[in-house]
């Protein structure tokens, strides 16, 4: 009975700490060249464009590898490396693929490479590259979603602070009119009672943004938090 307990604690603890990973590396199949080839696969909260920007910026930066199909003229389906050394992966000329797609709420990337025309790099066949692949791939989810979500988090905040600098400038504006109501007649008081009104529904409104922004920002905040390594 105890080990049934442990074993239901052991496998509760793993799927939360599964759920708590912002992203998740799986082994997938592509169709290229009219056949199945093996694959990486991972999905992310940016949009298609964005990532693959940033793959090309990544595979520059890091291994000094220029990527095709990309840019002010060009924007392929599948990204394309072509006959590249990356040594963790192998010491042998490759060529790097990548097909990045626009889905609902997001990106995903699938990541493929080969040894010459039509030596793919999968688990089976060549399991060491395989696995210098999935590495690569962690080296650039970690990089690219520190950055991403720092950036959100940014543009989040300072959406924020306008905002409350608008509702500074409105709380202002009524005890502008209150004071000036005192000393104008009972028409004129009434008309900036009705401004006050309306600037009381404003900063209602101001106020139910900043209150959405502040929980997208506590969703970001947790995302952060689970940038782990697969």
């Not at 095709?68 to 392929?76: A, C, Q, R, T």
């Not at 004071?179 to 009434?190: D, I, L, M, Y």
Request: hydrophobic share 40%; proline share 1%; with cysteine.
């Amino acid at each position: 009975m105890n080990k049934v307990i442990v074993l239901w604690v052991s496998v509760l603890f793993a799927a939360m700490q599964v759920g708590a990973q912002t992203y998740r590396i799986d082994t997938s199949e592509i169709s290229f060249e009219n056949k199945l080839r093996p694959c990486l696969f991972v999905g992310y909260d940016a949009d298609a464009k964005t990532v693959k920007k940033a793959w090309s910026q990544f595979l520059s930066k890091k291994y000094k590898i220029k990527t095709k199909g990309i840019g002010l003229f060009s924007d392929k389906d599948i990204i394309s490396s072509e006959d590249v050394t990356i040594n963790r992966i192998s010491d042998k000329r490759m060529n790097l693929y990548a097909m990045v797609g626009d889905v609902s709420g997001g990106s995903e990337l699938k990541y493929f490479m080969s040894f010459g025309y039509d030596f793919f790099i999968g688990p089976a066949e060549y399991p060491d590259a395989f696995k210098g692949m999935k590495e690569l791939l962690n080296d650039f989810s970690m990089e690219f979603l520190n950055d991403f979500y720092a950036d959100e988090a940014a543009r989040i905040t300072k959406d924020i602070k306008k905002l409350e600098r608008e509702i500074k400038s409105k709380q202002r504006s009524i005890q502008k009119n209150n004071k000036k109501a005192g000393k104008e007649s009972e028409a004129v008081a009434s008309g900036l009672e009705a401004k006050n009104t309306s600037l009381d529904m404003d900063i209602l409104g101001l106020q139910k943004q900043i209150t959405e922004l502040a929980g997208e920002l506590d969703v970001i905040k947790v995302k952060q938090s689970g940038i782990t390594r697969n």
